[in-house]
């Protein structure tokens, strides 16, 4: 077996995403563990898809959504904590279209590789249950 760089750039990446959620002053220790566990399984997903999936037109289309998923993730963690919620609202309406359309695109592929990508779309759900929270409590309706 033969070193390939991808190896450490996918689980690299995966890992700075997770320190950035984790050390956010993130709500609370669930959402810490489930962070991790989105980051590591779609790490994994994109790295078994970088490995094994042939180099056409939908790969580049499922990597450039996972980028741009990595990046709607990233600026969650910041835009929760803005007074405006709607930003965050919208980005993770975002992150969850790109789950569905990731789980869609790899599904044909690989239905395994697929079923990796259920915990980033339940992390959506996740997150839109704090983002509604944070909601109630800056329009001061206790939910």
Known sequence: MRFKSNY???PLIAIIIALLGIFADSPDWQFSLFWTIVCATTALAAAIIWNRFQRNKRFWVIMLLFVTNALLM???IYLIK???V???L???I???L??????ILIWQRSFLVSLLLIPELLGGIYALWWNIIIWAMIM???L
């Open 8 to 10: 450490i750039i996918i």
């Open 82 to 84: 803005i007074p405006f």
């Open 140 to 142: 001061g309706d206790p």
């Open 90 to 92: 919208i980005n993770i």
């Open 94 to 96: 975002g992150i969850e």
């Open 86 to 88: 709607g930003l965050s």
């Open 74 to 76: 990233i600026s969650w």
């Open 98 to 103: 790109l789950a569905i359309a990731q789980i």
